[in-house]
């Protein structure tokens, strides 16, 4: 499967952006969808969680209440809503793929495809 996310920006402590996955190729129902996200210097970090079916999420801790997955399945698109952003939340954010078997899983090298990488940055 390939991704392609978008979506990202500069925004100011307390704002909002929505970011986008297209996925394109296989079956995606025989995937689980993740968005990860990386600032400088850190690992790689799980941040939410989907199946296409969309009837299980799973969220990194801190984002919990502000950030919200979703899936178009129309439009084979995964969504990640972020309100109420924190300078902490500033890195790179990935949407990413894996097999279905790998559902609610947090680890990176479980997951087979990886988008582009779009910056969000936050300011305070």
């Known amino acids: 499967v390939q991704l392609q996310a978008s979506g990202g920006g500069l925004v100011q402590a307390g704002g909002s952006l929505r970011l986008s996955c297209a996925a394109s190729?296989?079956?995606?129902?025989?995937?689980?969808m993740g968005w990860f996200r990386q600032a400088p210097g850190k690992e790689r970090e799980f941040v939410a969680g989907?199946?296409?079916?969309?009837?299980?999420?799973y969220y990194l801790d801190s984002v919990k209440g502000r950030f919200t997955i979703s899936t178009d399945n129309a439009k084979n698109t995964v969504y990640l809503q972020m309100n109420s952003l924190k300078p902490e939340d500033t890195a790179v954010y990935y949407c990413a793929a894996a097999r279905a078997y790998y559902s609610g899983s947090y680890y990176p090298d479980h997951y087979s495809s990886w988008g582009q990488g779009t910056q969000v940055t936050v300011s305070s």
């Open positions: 190729g296989r079956t995606f129902s025989r995937y689980y």
């Open positions: 989907i199946n296409w079916s969309g009837g299980s999420t």
